[in-house]
């Protein structure tokens, strides 16, 4: 059976409750070896803990602040953050980052992606650049991966990154949405790129060209399930309650989004999974124990 590797999904999401066990299995017969289960706050780090704990073989867990989730913060939160990082067994630092997007969206707009920011104001993006730094700094003193969101700051976010002393392994911007001239900037630093499902879609042929420009062992595949659902001929894996309104994104559906790369790329399918396959183990092999 063809293996594969999902560098960034949310499994432990609320959107699965009700069919994670359902999912899991589904994942397994699809030929999903193993998977990287990213916290985006506080709320959802036991989900995280609790997938890890109890599918060591699958699950790669992440625990972070996302930029959308930082209002949720309670004083003492970076003592809180830094035990979670014990307590989690093979744990690496994710989903953190910086979104300048989410502060231009209306309340509306911002609902569709989580109803709670719909609520309330996302937070300044200088406080979101300093709550990065914690998380980057934490992750380069302990020697963890980490999982980084970008949104119309790459620039700023490159920046940071160079001018801090110090690196972790290796880091995944995932879902890499910036240009093609900062690929190899970032890749300097210790980048690896995922390509998502969702860039399979027709108006994303931007995306698509950028990924051609990868490195070939900076290179990944990520879902980002429950969310970037591909394209329905890349949907073999549905998921029950799903709508146009509500679309979700199956982590089974990963060996076609991969299959949709390789054509993009004009690939071999078999040389792309192996392919695939070390760049995921050299990045996320300290942590997981592969290597």
């Known amino acids: ?16 409750d009700g069919c994670r066990d359902r999912v899991l299995d589904e994942a397994r017969q699809a030929g999903v070896r193993r998977m990287g289960v990213n916290g985006a706050s506080a ?14 073989d ?3 867990p992440s625990v972070g602040w996302h930029p959308w989730y930082l209002h949720e913060q309670q004083p003492g939160w970076e003592a809180e953050f830094e035990g979670w990082l014990d307590r989690v067994p093979g744990v690496f630092v994710g989903e953190i980052g910086l979104d300048r997007w989410i502060l231009e969206q209306s309340p509306a707009m911002r609902s569709r992606f989580a109803p709670a920011l719909g609520l309330i104001e996302p937070t300044p993006f200088e406080r979101q650049v300093e709550v990065f730094r914690f998380q980057w700094e934490v992750a380069v003193r302990r020697q963890l991966p980490v999982s980084i969101h970008c949104l119309q700051c790459w620039g700023v976010l490159l920046e940071l990154l ?15 949405g910036g240009p093609v001239e900062l690929v190899r900037d970032f890749a300097k ?4 790129f995922s390509f998502p499902g969702y860039f399979l879609h027709e108006r994303k ?38 709508t146009d309104e509500r679309p979700l994104n199956h982590p089974a559906n990963l060996g076609s989004i991969q299959a949709g790369l390789a ?26 124990g592969l290597r």
């Open 1 to 16: 059976m063809k293996t594969f590797f999902d560098a960034h999904n949310h499994l432990q999401d609320e959107r699965f």
């Open 43 to 56: 709320e959802d780090w036991p989900g995280v803990e609790q997938l890890a704990r109890a599918h060591p």
């Open 58 to 60: 699958l699950v790669v």
């Open 162 to 176: 160079r001018g801090h002393a110090g690196l972790p392994p290796g880091f995944l911007l995932h879902s890499y």
């Open 189 to 192: 630093l210790g980048a690896y």
């Open 205 to 242: 042929a931007r995306q698509r060209e950028v990924f051609r420009h990868i490195p070939p062992d900076r290179l990944l595949v990520e879902t980002d399930a429950p969310d970037q659902l591909p394209p329905a001929c890349f949907v073999t894996y549905p998921l029950p309650g799903a």
């Open 263 to 288: 054509e993009v790329l004009g690939e071999d399918p078999e040389t792309l999974g192996a392919r695939v396959e070390a760049n995921f183990e050299r990045l996320f092999g300290a942590s997981t």
